[in-house]
């Protein structure tokens, strides 16, 4: 089996796995400055909301260089990201324990990784872990490794294991990551309800969280994840999850590699981004932007 699909290769470019800026990125920092003053001005979280910042790989070479499968932040960085999580939010498991709480004086954070690579064991686990905190991660169980030896950028079922009797909580990202929309309905089906029996079968316990893989949904693929069981499902729209919102289309934020520094953590924590979601979702700016946000 290849560890890493297709898709995946697909998406890098062809002559060194580095997807070229678009010209118009010159005028990058004057929209990176636009975004630091919006976001200074965006009122800090209300009760009853939840931010839900997502990860993918977690790096120890130099942000910005997108030559591995999947969007990455640098080490570094993420230790940073955890240590203002700690001292100005109060992180909660999962979405279950913001839904029943009593409103709190700090702001909530949900932490989340999808795709479940080995990194998020090897680096981020060990942060966490020094900061009390808990995490989800979004597994593609097809993906996993069934020993330690095996090759492969991905988890092994006993690094999956170790996490979560350590308290990291796991949820389901489908068996082979696909476009859920772009399935039949059984295909879809299979898809999300097989990635939900893996790891209720390996870690006993029942699973209720699902991300959708590159945050493609439709109606049809939101029904169905609510006919398998799920409690709770994230996307990939830029937002703050609320209580009246539907949990099944939680919003979450984006951290990327270029988020290195405190202010750009806390900035992006409280929103910097959504101000151009609108704009964000128009497939041409997207496009252009793709080599910098690469969202799975
Ligand atoms: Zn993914």
């Given at each position: 089996?290849?560890?890493?699909?297709?898709?995946?290769?697909?998406?890098?470019?062809?002559?060194?796995?580095?997807?070229?800026?678009?010209?118009?990125w010159?005028?990058?920092?004057v929209?990176?400055l636009?975004?630091?003053?919006?976001?200074?001005t965006?009122a800090?979280?209300?009760?009853?909301q939840?931010?839900v910042?997502?990860?993918h790989s977690?790096?120890?070479?130099?942000?910005?260089s997108?030559t591995?499968?999947a969007?990455?932040v640098?080490a570094?960085?993420?230790e940073?990201?955890?240590r203002v999580a700690?001292?100005?939010y109060?992180?909660v498991?999962?979405?279950?324990?913001?839904?029943?709480?009593?409103?709190?004086?700090?702001?909530?954070?949900w932490?989340?990784?999808d795709d479940?690579?080995?990194?998020?064991?090897?680096?981020?686990?060990?942060?966490?872990?020094?900061?009390?905190?808990?995490?989800?991660?979004?597994?593609?169980?097809g993906?996993l490794?069934?020993?330690d030896?095996?090759p492969?950028?991905c988890?092994?079922?006993?690094e999956?294991?170790e996490?979560?009797?350590?308290?990291?909580?796991?949820?389901a990202?489908t068996?082979?990551h696909?476009?859920?929309p772009?399935?039949s309905?059984?295909?879809?089906?299979?898809?999300?309800?097989e990635?939900?029996?893996a790891?209720e079968?390996r870690l006993g316990v029942?699973?209720?969280?699902?991300a959708?893989?590159?945050?493609?949904?439709?109606?049809?693929?939101?029904?169905?994840?609510?006919k398998a069981?799920?409690?709770?499902?994230?996307?990939?729209?830029?937002?703050v999850?609320?209580?009246?919102?539907?949990?099944l289309?939680m919003p979450?934020?984006y951290?990327?590699?270029s988020d290195l520094?405190?202010?750009?953590?806390r900035?992006?924590?409280?929103?910097?981004?959504?101000?151009?979601?609108p704009?964000?979702?128009t497939?041409?700016l997207r496009?252009a932007?793709?080599?910098?946000?690469?969202?799975?």
């Amino acid at each position: 089996m290849t560890p890493v699909p297709p898709r995946f290769a697909g998406r890098l470019d062809p002559s060194g796995g580095v997807l070229r800026p678009a010209p118009w990125w010159r005028l990058a920092p004057v929209g990176r400055l636009l975004d630091w003053i919006l976001a200074l001005t965006a009122a800090p979280q209300q009760r009853g909301q939840l931010r839900v910042p997502y990860f993918h790989s977690v790096g120890t070479d130099l942000p910005a260089s997108f030559t591995y499968p999947a969007p990455q932040v640098w080490a570094p960085a993420f230790e940073r990201f955890a240590r203002v999580a700690r001292h100005e939010y109060e992180v909660v498991a999962d979405p279950s324990e913001w839904h029943d709480a009593p409103p709190s004086a700090r702001p909530r954070l949900w932490i989340t990784f999808d795709d479940g690579y080995r990194d998020n064991y090897e680096l981020a686990f060990p942060v966490l872990r020094r900061h009390a905190l808990s995490a989800t991660l979004f597994v593609t169980t097809g993906w996993l490794r069934d020993s330690d030896h095996a090759p492969g950028v991905c988890l092994s079922w006993r690094e999956v294991r170790e996490m979560a009797a350590a308290g990291i909580r796991f949820g389901a990202h489908t068996v082979s990551h696909p476009s859920l929309p772009e399935l039949s309905e059984r295909e879809a089906e299979a898809e999300i309800r097989e990635s939900k029996r893996a790891l209720e079968d390996r870690l006993g316990v029942p699973c209720a969280l699902f991300a959708y893989p590159f945050g493609h949904v439709d109606r049809r693929v939101r029904d169905l994840v609510a006919k398998a069981g799920f409690q709770w499902a994230v996307t990939t729209c830029e937002g703050v999850a609320s209580l009246d919102g539907d949990p099944l289309l939680m919003p979450r934020t984006y951290l990327a590699a270029s988020d290195l520094l405190y202010t750009d953590l806390r900035l992006k924590l409280r929103g910097l981004h959504e101000w151009r979601g609108p704009l964000w979702r128009t497939s041409r700016l997207r496009r252009a932007v793709h080599w910098r946000d690469p969202v799975r």
